[in-house]
């Protein structure tokens, strides 16, 4: 079997660029994930992040999941939850504007540097961004501002925890879906493994690796090149053992930008009009997503070509 795509990013400052800027294109083509190393996010503030979410979930959250969600979610159950996931989660959004301080919580070295990472985990996207731009031959920027709308993009972070469950047959940590956005980053435990992908009609771990960003295409992105990346089912799984920790950021649309294939790629090509995704404005795709999270996302996205009429959207001019 093909190994999961892993890009060492310092290859791409020499002469194995070519070759790693392969490796990612395959990886958006094919799996719709790679993990990164040698991302340049300093090691030390990742363990940081790591020791200061694992004592908050000690803390504020672990209690109320009991509480909340294993007690007595399981019991006389028999047959796999559709409705349900076993995981303890707060947000935080970082752009347009941060909410972090209204988080509740929080102490401030915890804010402190989950700002931080958020600062280097948005460069990060955006160095990706223009990666995926160079390999799909568009303009330097292209991606990053069909993201943008009238506010720039919305980047915001899931921390979670997924708590050891007496049955993993009977519950999922996090049931199948696609992500709605641009582009996910996460730094998940090294330790504790759960994330799965799917490919070719099976279930495929996403090893854990220390000190690795794992990166995972949206929907947004797979509609922007019409297909030719792939926004790709993922799950997790539930062990009897340890806590997972998951700390997914999501880069995605400003809620009014619209998207649409970019053009030029239709016109290399060649598509049928047939074939051509949607256009949409971001919001309106979150709200049909809001329902639909755990069910493929062809529906959706025919959903949205049956309504797009007369969106009008200004070219995206780069330059
Ligand atoms: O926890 C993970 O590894 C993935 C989380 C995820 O897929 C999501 O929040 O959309
Ligand atoms: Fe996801």
Not at 90 to 115: A, Q
Not at 150 to 161: A, D, I, L, Q
Request: glycine share 6%; proline share 5%; aromatic share 8%.
């Amino acid at each position: 079997m093909e190994c999961f795509p892993i890009i060492n990013m310092e290859n791409l400052n020499g002469d194995k660029r070519a070759t790693t800027m392969e490796i990612i294109k395959d990886a958006c083509e094919n799996w719709g994930f790679f993990e990164l190393v040698n991302h340049g996010i300093s090691h030390e503030l990742m363990d940081k992040l790591e020791k200061l979410t694992k004592q908050h979930y000690k803390r504020c959250m672990e209690q109320r999941f009991k509480d909340l969600v294993a007690s007595g979610a399981l019991e006389g159950v028999e047959t796999e939850l559709s409705d349900m996931d076993w995981e303890s989660t707060f947000s935080v959004r970082h752009l347009p504007e941060s909410n972090i301080y209204e988080v509740p919580d929080l102490d401030n070295e915890y804010r402190k540097t989950m700002k931080e990472f958020a600062l280097e985990l948005e460069k990060l996207a955006e160095q990706l961004l223009d990666l995926l731009c160079e390999n799909l031959g568009l303009e330097k920027g292209y991606l990053k501002k069909a993201l943008c709308g009238s506010k720039g993009p919305t980047f915001g972070t899931k921390v979670g925890n997924y708590p050891p469950c007496p049955r993993p047959e009977l519950v999922k940590g996090l049931r199948a879906h696609t992500d709605a956005g641009g582009i996910i980053l996460l730094f998940q435990d090294d330790t504790v493994s759960g994330l799965q992908l799917l490919k070719d009609g099976q279930w495929i771990d996403v090893p854990p690796m220390r000190h690795s960003i794992v990166i995972n295409i949206g929907d947004q992105l797979e509609v922007i090149t019409n297909g030719k990346y792939k926004s790709v089912m993922h799950r997790v799984l539930t062990h009897t053992e340890g806590t997972r920790m998951s700390i997914a950021s999501f880069y995605n649309p400003g809620s009014d930008a619209v998207i649409y294939p970019a053009p030029t790629l239709l016109e290399k090509e060649e598509v049928n009009q047939s074939e051509v995704y949607p256009k949409f404005v971001f919001d309106d795709y979150m709200k049909l997503y809001a329902g639909l999270k755990f069910q493929a996302k062809e529906p959706r996205f025919e959903a949205l070509k049956a309504v797009e009429n007369n969106i009008k959207a200004t070219p995206i001019a780069t330059a």
